[in-house]
T-cell receptor
């Protein structure tokens, strides 16, 4: 079993929908949690960065961390076709982020 | 440059050939990571540098893989006697801070290696 589990999808939603993306993890030492977005044939870019448990909001994006359940989520409100990409969760206890396999999101007009 | 630059973007090698992949991080960034991303998978950690020191190479899959960052800036990932299973995208990332928590990683666009 991998340290970080993420459903690969694809997840297909209509424009304007609320999207929920999730990861589970097994390493209790993880305390930094990140979401990256990766477009096809591009490198990942950071969307959200959270320390420990709680919520963080940035525009249409909300990240949630529940350390007791070892579960993190990313919500995207009012999804747009330009949000179509692969979303990677990542987490670290010290300095080496461990990535999930990514969820492919397709937002259709 | 403004971002992390990797070259070549695409490399086709015959099985058994040696390849060298270059990463030019953001100027002044202390930390540098190499990750391997197979098709449909997430990035897998290969190795980590803080300045010129290679602090962690636990992710290198075999002794055919070697990385260096001699002056604490540009890094090279070398793969000797390439095998088909080495086919992947090799991502380089840098960060302005060092150990304990490297915070945001800034990724390059990757070098896509295909071994025939």
């Amino acid at each position: 079993q991998k340290e970080v589990e993420q459903d690969p999808g694809p997840l297909s939603v209509p424009e304007g929908a609320i999207v929920s993306l999730n990861c589970t993890y097994s390493n209790s030492a993880f305390q930094y949690f990140m979401w990256y977005r990766q477009y096809s044939r591009k490198g990942p870019e950071l969307l959200m960065y959270t320390y420990s448990s709680g919520n963080k909001e940035d525009g249409r994006f909300t990240a949630q961390v529940d350390k007791s359940s070892k579960y993190i989520s990313l919500f995207i409100r009012d999804s747009q076709p330009s949000d179509s990409a692969t979303y990677l969760c990542a987490m670290s206890g010290s300095y080496i982020p461990t990535f999930g396999r990514g969820t492919s999101l397709i937002v259709h007009p | 440059g403004a971002g992390v630059s990797q070259s070549p973007r695409y490399k086709v090698a015959k099985r058994g050939q040696d390849v060298a992949l270059r990463c030019d991080p953001i100027s002044g960034h202390v930390s540098l990571f190499w990750y391997q991303q197979a098709l449909g998978q997430g990035p897998e950690f290969l190795t980590y540098f803080q300045n010129e020191a290679q602090l962690d190479k636990s992710g290198l899959p075999s002794d055919r893989f070697f990385a260096e960052r001699p002056e604490g800036s540009v890094s090279t990932l070398k793969i000797q006697r390439t095998q088909q299973e080495d086919s992947a995208v090799y991502l380089c990332a840098s960060s302005p801070v060092g150990t304990t928590n490297t915070g945001e990683l800034f990724f390059g666009e990757g070098s896509r290696l295909t071994v025939l």
